[in-house]
Protein backbone atom coordinates (compact mmCIF):
# COMPACT_ATOMS: atom_id res chain seq x y z
CA UNK A 1 0.00 0.00 0.00
CA UNK A 2 1.04 3.39 -1.15
CA UNK A 3 1.41 6.06 1.78
CA UNK A 4 -0.72 9.28 1.08
CA UNK A 5 1.71 11.95 0.41
CA UNK A 6 1.01 15.62 2.01
CA UNK A 7 2.83 18.13 -0.04
CA UNK A 8 3.23 22.07 0.67
CA UNK A 9 4.43 24.50 -1.54
CA UNK A 10 6.00 28.14 -1.05
CA UNK A 11 6.85 30.70 -3.70
CA UNK A 12 10.28 29.00 -4.93
CA UNK A 13 9.95 24.98 -3.44
CA UNK A 14 7.21 22.55 -3.65
CA UNK A 15 8.06 19.78 -1.06
CA UNK A 16 6.35 16.05 -1.20
CA UNK A 17 6.37 13.82 2.02
CA UNK A 18 6.71 10.93 1.80
CA UNK A 19 8.55 11.11 -1.61
CA UNK A 20 7.00 9.11 -3.82
CA UNK A 21 8.75 5.76 -4.51
CA UNK A 22 8.82 5.81 -8.00
CA UNK A 23 10.65 8.87 -8.32
CA UNK A 24 12.53 7.83 -4.99
CA UNK A 25 14.12 4.78 -7.74
CA UNK A 26 14.44 7.55 -10.64
CA UNK A 27 16.84 9.47 -8.21
CA UNK A 28 18.72 6.68 -7.28
CA UNK A 29 19.34 5.34 -11.02
CA UNK A 30 20.33 9.07 -11.45
CA UNK A 31 22.93 10.07 -8.53
CA UNK A 32 26.67 8.39 -9.26
CA UNK A 33 27.13 8.77 -5.99
CA UNK A 34 24.09 7.22 -4.09
CA UNK A 35 24.92 5.30 -0.57
CA UNK A 36 22.81 2.48 0.22
CA UNK A 37 21.54 3.61 3.27
CA UNK A 38 19.77 6.01 0.87
CA UNK A 39 17.37 3.65 -0.59
CA UNK A 40 14.27 2.90 0.12
CA UNK A 41 15.03 -0.64 1.19
CA UNK A 42 17.38 0.72 4.20
CA UNK A 43 14.23 3.35 4.63
CA UNK A 44 12.04 0.36 5.00
CA UNK A 45 13.76 -2.39 7.04
CA UNK A 46 14.38 0.92 10.08
CA UNK A 47 11.40 1.87 10.27
CA UNK A 48 9.66 -1.86 10.38
CA UNK A 49 12.37 -2.74 12.71
CA UNK A 50 13.63 0.25 14.73
CA UNK A 51 9.97 2.10 15.04
CA UNK A 52 10.55 5.24 12.84
CA UNK A 53 8.93 6.25 10.30
CA UNK A 54 9.12 7.29 6.79
CA UNK A 55 9.56 11.02 6.52
CA UNK A 56 10.95 11.23 2.93
CA UNK A 57 11.07 14.50 0.61
CA UNK A 58 11.17 15.32 -2.31
CA UNK A 59 11.98 19.17 -3.53
CA UNK A 60 10.41 20.28 -6.62
CA UNK A 61 12.11 24.09 -6.75
CA UNK A 62 10.04 26.51 -9.25
CA UNK A 63 13.80 26.52 -11.51
CA UNK A 64 13.42 22.98 -11.96
CA UNK A 65 15.78 22.14 -9.54
CA UNK A 66 14.93 18.65 -7.46
CA UNK A 67 16.42 16.72 -4.85
CA UNK A 68 14.93 13.76 -2.36
CA UNK A 69 15.94 13.72 0.98
CA UNK A 70 15.83 10.24 3.09
CA UNK A 71 14.58 10.89 6.43
CA UNK A 72 12.78 9.28 9.30
CA UNK A 73 11.06 11.19 11.77
CA UNK A 74 10.75 9.41 15.52
CA UNK A 75 7.18 9.63 17.31
CA UNK A 76 6.20 9.91 21.15
CA UNK A 77 2.11 9.38 21.27
CA UNK A 78 1.19 9.83 17.76
CA UNK A 79 3.65 13.57 17.75
CA UNK A 80 6.60 13.52 15.30
CA UNK A 81 9.14 14.60 17.61
CA UNK A 82 12.31 14.22 15.92
CA UNK A 83 13.58 13.36 12.21
CA UNK A 84 16.75 12.39 10.98
CA UNK A 85 19.00 11.47 7.74
CA UNK A 86 19.99 8.90 9.20
CA UNK A 87 19.58 8.13 12.59
CA UNK A 88 22.88 7.59 15.13
CA UNK A 89 24.36 4.06 14.26
CA UNK A 90 22.37 3.73 11.40
CA UNK A 91 24.38 5.49 8.49
CA UNK A 92 24.85 7.98 6.36
CA UNK A 93 22.12 10.11 4.82
CA UNK A 94 21.68 13.46 3.06
CA UNK A 95 19.79 14.07 -0.19
CA UNK A 96 19.75 12.16 -3.39
CA UNK A 97 20.75 14.44 -6.89
CA UNK A 98 20.71 13.91 -10.61
CA UNK A 99 24.03 13.67 -11.42
CA UNK A 100 25.61 13.41 -7.80
CA UNK A 101 26.25 17.42 -7.23
CA UNK A 102 24.02 19.58 -4.69
CA UNK A 103 24.61 23.50 -5.21
CA UNK A 104 24.47 25.52 -2.34
CA UNK A 105 21.47 27.32 -2.90
CA UNK A 106 19.81 23.92 -2.97
CA UNK A 107 21.59 22.40 -0.17
CA UNK A 108 20.78 25.92 1.64
CA UNK A 109 16.89 25.65 1.02
CA UNK A 110 16.73 22.59 2.08
CA UNK A 111 18.41 22.88 5.10
CA UNK A 112 16.19 26.31 5.62
CA UNK A 113 13.11 24.05 5.18
CA UNK A 114 13.89 21.36 7.53
CA UNK A 115 14.46 24.17 10.51
CA UNK A 116 10.78 25.36 9.67
CA UNK A 117 9.85 21.69 10.73
CA UNK A 118 7.51 22.04 13.90
CA UNK A 119 10.24 19.41 15.53
CA UNK A 120 12.54 19.39 18.28
CA UNK A 121 15.68 18.24 16.51
CA UNK A 122 16.57 17.64 12.66
CA UNK A 123 19.60 15.94 12.42
CA UNK A 124 21.84 14.85 8.93
CA UNK A 125 24.83 12.55 9.28
CA UNK A 126 25.60 13.16 5.43
CA UNK A 127 28.39 11.01 3.02
CA UNK A 128 31.61 12.54 4.51
CA UNK A 129 33.35 12.82 0.83
CA UNK A 130 30.21 15.55 0.85
CA UNK A 131 30.43 17.11 4.11
CA UNK A 132 32.13 20.03 3.05
CA UNK A 133 29.01 21.74 1.09
CA UNK A 134 26.86 21.01 4.31
CA UNK A 135 29.05 22.71 6.53
CA UNK A 136 29.28 25.83 4.40
CA UNK A 137 25.67 26.03 3.89
CA UNK A 138 24.27 25.29 7.67
CA UNK A 139 22.27 28.17 9.28
CA UNK A 140 23.50 30.34 12.29
CA UNK A 141 23.10 28.03 15.12
CA UNK A 142 23.06 24.64 13.51
CA UNK A 143 25.04 22.55 15.96
CA UNK A 144 28.44 20.46 14.53
CA UNK A 145 28.96 17.50 15.65
CA UNK A 146 32.32 15.92 14.51
CA UNK A 147 33.37 12.73 13.55
CA UNK A 148 36.40 11.05 11.78
CA UNK A 149 35.72 8.59 8.64
CA UNK A 150 38.28 6.50 7.19
CA UNK A 151 37.30 6.07 3.33
CA UNK A 152 39.47 3.88 0.88
CA UNK A 153 39.89 4.74 -2.96
CA UNK A 154 39.33 1.87 -5.03
CA UNK A 155 39.97 3.55 -8.64
CA UNK A 156 41.96 1.41 -10.68
CA UNK A 157 40.84 -1.81 -9.01
CA UNK A 158 41.57 -4.33 -6.74
CA UNK A 159 45.31 -4.87 -8.26
CA UNK A 160 45.80 -1.67 -7.93
CA UNK A 161 44.56 -1.12 -4.31
CA UNK A 162 46.36 -4.20 -3.08
CA UNK A 163 50.05 -2.91 -4.68
CA UNK A 164 49.74 0.62 -4.05
CA UNK A 165 47.48 1.24 -1.09
CA UNK A 166 47.75 -1.39 1.64
CA UNK A 167 50.35 -1.30 3.48
CA UNK A 168 53.20 -4.03 2.99
CA UNK A 169 52.68 -5.26 6.95
CA UNK A 170 49.32 -6.52 5.97
CA UNK A 171 50.02 -7.92 2.88
CA UNK A 172 51.59 -10.20 4.77
CA UNK A 173 49.62 -10.56 7.55
CA UNK A 174 46.29 -11.56 4.78
CA UNK A 175 48.87 -14.05 3.20
CA UNK A 176 49.65 -15.13 6.07
CA UNK A 177 46.03 -15.73 6.89
CA UNK A 178 45.46 -17.91 4.12
CA UNK A 179 48.19 -19.68 5.11
CA UNK A 180 46.26 -21.07 8.46
CA UNK A 181 42.95 -23.68 8.52
CA UNK A 182 40.39 -20.92 8.24
CA UNK A 183 37.07 -21.93 7.22
CA UNK A 184 36.25 -18.94 5.38
CA UNK A 185 32.04 -18.82 4.35
CA UNK A 186 30.39 -15.92 1.96
CA UNK A 187 27.15 -15.22 2.37
CA UNK A 188 24.17 -14.52 4.87
CA UNK A 189 21.23 -16.19 7.02
CA UNK A 190 20.99 -18.17 10.27
CA UNK A 191 24.70 -19.15 10.95
CA UNK A 192 26.18 -15.54 10.60
CA UNK A 193 23.75 -14.11 12.77
CA UNK A 194 24.71 -17.00 15.42
CA UNK A 195 28.51 -16.16 14.58
CA UNK A 196 27.83 -12.63 15.15
CA UNK A 197 25.97 -12.70 17.93
CA UNK A 198 28.28 -15.00 19.67
CA UNK A 199 31.36 -12.78 18.64
CA UNK A 200 29.38 -9.90 19.78
CA UNK A 201 29.05 -10.85 23.49
CA UNK A 202 32.69 -11.83 24.05
CA UNK A 203 33.56 -7.94 22.63
CA UNK A 204 31.05 -6.55 24.85
CA UNK A 205 32.57 -8.09 27.74
CA UNK A 206 36.39 -6.86 26.24
CA UNK A 207 35.34 -3.42 25.94
CA UNK A 208 33.79 -3.53 29.12
CA UNK A 209 36.72 -5.11 31.26
CA UNK A 210 39.22 -2.63 28.93
CA UNK A 211 37.21 0.74 30.04
CA UNK A 212 36.59 -0.47 34.09
CA UNK A 213 32.40 -0.46 32.48
CA UNK A 214 30.03 -2.81 35.40
CA UNK A 215 29.60 -5.75 32.52
CA UNK A 216 25.63 -5.38 33.14
CA UNK A 217 26.27 -1.58 32.03
CA UNK A 218 27.95 -2.29 29.25
CA UNK A 219 25.18 -5.77 28.24
CA UNK A 220 22.48 -3.21 29.05
CA UNK A 221 23.64 -0.69 26.72
CA UNK A 222 24.06 -3.24 23.62
CA UNK A 223 20.99 -4.52 24.53
CA UNK A 224 19.34 -1.30 23.73
CA UNK A 225 21.23 -0.95 20.63
CA UNK A 226 20.39 -4.64 19.76
CA UNK A 227 23.12 -4.79 16.36
CA UNK A 228 22.37 -8.83 16.93
CA UNK A 229 18.77 -8.18 16.56
CA UNK A 230 19.13 -5.58 13.39
CA UNK A 231 21.62 -8.10 11.51
CA UNK A 232 19.26 -10.92 12.24
CA UNK A 233 15.91 -8.96 10.41
CA UNK A 234 18.59 -7.17 7.75
CA UNK A 235 19.53 -10.95 6.34
CA UNK A 236 16.22 -11.35 4.75
CA UNK A 237 15.35 -7.79 4.08
CA UNK A 238 18.10 -6.40 2.40
CA UNK A 239 19.68 -9.05 0.43
CA UNK A 240 20.26 -6.87 -2.53
CA UNK A 241 22.88 -4.84 -0.97
CA UNK A 242 24.30 -6.64 2.05
CA UNK A 243 27.13 -9.35 1.74
CA UNK A 244 29.13 -10.79 4.94
CA UNK A 245 31.87 -12.98 5.75
CA UNK A 246 32.41 -15.64 8.18
CA UNK A 247 35.56 -17.33 9.33
CA UNK A 248 36.10 -20.70 11.73
CA UNK A 249 39.06 -22.14 13.50
CA UNK A 250 38.75 -26.02 13.83
CA UNK A 251 35.13 -24.50 14.34
CA UNK A 252 35.63 -22.01 16.91
CA UNK A 253 33.84 -18.54 15.50
CA UNK A 254 36.89 -16.08 15.00
CA UNK A 255 35.26 -13.36 13.19
CA UNK A 256 32.40 -11.92 10.89
CA UNK A 257 31.78 -9.26 8.65
CA UNK A 258 28.62 -7.50 7.17
CA UNK A 259 29.21 -5.13 3.74
CA UNK A 260 26.32 -2.67 2.29
CA UNK A 261 27.34 -1.72 -1.16
CA UNK A 262 24.95 0.08 -4.18
CA UNK A 263 26.36 1.58 -6.92
CA UNK A 264 29.74 3.45 -6.28
CA UNK A 265 29.44 3.41 -2.47
CA UNK A 266 30.44 0.53 -0.18
CA UNK A 267 29.89 0.61 3.28
CA UNK A 268 31.39 -1.08 6.20
CA UNK A 269 28.33 -1.71 8.27
CA UNK A 270 29.21 -4.34 11.41
CA UNK A 271 32.23 -6.57 11.92
CA UNK A 272 33.26 -8.21 15.63
CA UNK A 273 35.81 -11.07 16.46
CA UNK A 274 37.25 -13.01 19.30
CA UNK A 275 40.43 -10.63 19.51
CA UNK A 276 42.65 -13.58 20.64
CA UNK A 277 42.22 -15.60 18.03
CA UNK A 278 42.01 -13.13 15.40
CA UNK A 279 45.63 -12.28 16.18
CA UNK A 280 46.86 -15.54 15.78
CA UNK A 281 45.37 -16.00 12.39
CA UNK A 282 44.49 -12.46 10.86
CA UNK A 283 41.32 -13.44 10.41
CA UNK A 284 40.28 -10.10 10.79
CA UNK A 285 42.47 -8.52 7.93
CA UNK A 286 41.56 -11.67 5.75
CA UNK A 287 37.91 -10.64 5.60
CA UNK A 288 38.33 -6.94 5.38
CA UNK A 289 40.77 -8.18 2.36
CA UNK A 290 37.64 -9.92 1.10
CA UNK A 291 34.88 -7.44 1.47
CA UNK A 292 36.93 -4.75 -0.52
CA UNK A 293 38.09 -7.18 -3.21
CA UNK A 294 34.32 -7.60 -3.52
CA UNK A 295 33.54 -4.17 -3.50
CA UNK A 296 35.83 -3.65 -6.38
CA UNK A 297 34.59 -6.63 -8.38
CA UNK A 298 31.09 -5.15 -8.07
CA UNK A 299 32.13 -1.67 -9.61
CA UNK A 300 32.49 0.47 -6.05
CA UNK A 301 34.25 3.23 -6.61
CA UNK A 302 34.59 4.64 -2.24
CA UNK A 303 34.82 2.20 0.54
CA UNK A 304 33.63 3.76 3.56
CA UNK A 305 35.03 2.01 6.67
CA UNK A 306 32.94 3.76 9.39
CA UNK A 307 34.07 5.92 12.37
CA UNK A 308 37.19 5.80 14.70
CA UNK A 309 38.87 7.92 17.20
CA UNK A 310 42.14 9.41 16.09
CA UNK A 311 44.95 7.75 17.65
CA UNK A 312 43.05 4.68 18.10
CA UNK A 313 43.98 0.85 17.00
CA UNK A 314 41.11 0.82 15.28
CA UNK A 315 41.76 3.91 12.82
CA UNK A 316 45.51 2.05 12.54
CA UNK A 317 43.78 -0.80 11.64
CA UNK A 318 42.18 0.90 8.57
CA UNK A 319 45.19 2.92 7.33
CA UNK A 320 46.93 -0.29 6.79
CA UNK A 321 44.86 -0.98 4.26
CA UNK A 322 44.86 2.85 2.67
CA UNK A 323 42.16 4.39 3.66
CA UNK A 324 42.41 7.97 4.41
CA UNK A 325 40.96 9.96 7.52
CA UNK A 326 38.03 12.13 6.43
CA UNK A 327 36.94 14.43 9.08
CA UNK A 328 33.56 15.90 8.87
CA UNK A 329 30.25 16.87 10.94
CA UNK A 330 26.78 15.60 10.98
CA UNK A 331 24.46 18.66 11.44
CA UNK A 332 21.71 19.00 13.97
CA UNK A 333 19.04 21.97 13.77
CA UNK A 334 17.63 22.20 17.34
CA UNK A 335 14.76 23.86 19.24
CA UNK A 336 15.70 22.35 22.35
CA UNK A 337 19.48 21.64 23.52
CA UNK A 338 19.40 17.59 23.37
CA UNK A 339 22.50 17.51 22.10
CA UNK A 340 23.71 19.70 24.88
CA UNK A 341 21.90 18.09 27.01
CA UNK A 342 22.99 14.73 25.87
CA UNK A 343 27.35 15.25 26.01
CA UNK A 344 26.52 16.11 29.64
CA UNK A 345 24.87 12.95 30.89
CA UNK A 346 27.84 10.94 28.50
CA UNK A 347 30.13 13.10 30.07
CA UNK A 348 28.66 12.06 33.50
CA UNK A 349 28.56 8.48 33.22
CA UNK A 350 32.32 8.53 32.16
CA UNK A 351 33.39 10.47 34.94
CA UNK A 352 31.26 7.87 37.03
CA UNK A 353 33.38 4.99 34.90
CA UNK A 354 36.82 6.50 35.52
CA UNK A 355 36.54 7.09 39.37
CA UNK A 356 35.11 3.49 39.34
CA UNK A 357 37.77 2.07 37.68
CA UNK A 358 40.25 4.33 39.23
CA UNK A 359 38.87 3.26 42.97
CA UNK A 360 39.43 -0.76 42.00
CA UNK A 361 43.07 -0.07 40.68
CA UNK A 362 43.83 1.78 44.51
CA UNK A 363 42.26 -1.53 46.25
CA UNK A 364 44.09 -3.99 44.35
CA UNK A 365 47.09 -2.21 44.88
Not at 116 to 133: S, Y
Not at 229 to 242: D, E, F, H, K
Amino acid sequence: MTARCSTRSTQDVHVVSPAPRDIWQQFLAADPDALPTQTPEWTDWVCRTRGWTDASRLYEFSDGRRLLLPLMAWHRAGVPITAESMPYGLGYGGPLVAGGEITHASARSMLTDLRRRPLLRVGMVPDPLKADIWAAAAPPGAIRVPYLAHVLDLEGGFDRVWQERYRSDVRKNIRRATRQPLEVHQGSGADLVDVFAELNRRSVDRWALQRGQPLWLARLVERRRDRVGQLSSAVTALTSILTSWTAHLHGEPVAAYVLLHFGTRAYAWMSAMDKELARRTDAGALLQSLAIEHACAAGARWFLMGEAAGGSGVEAFKERFGARAVPYAALRLERLPMTAADRRLRSTVDAMITARRDLTSETRS
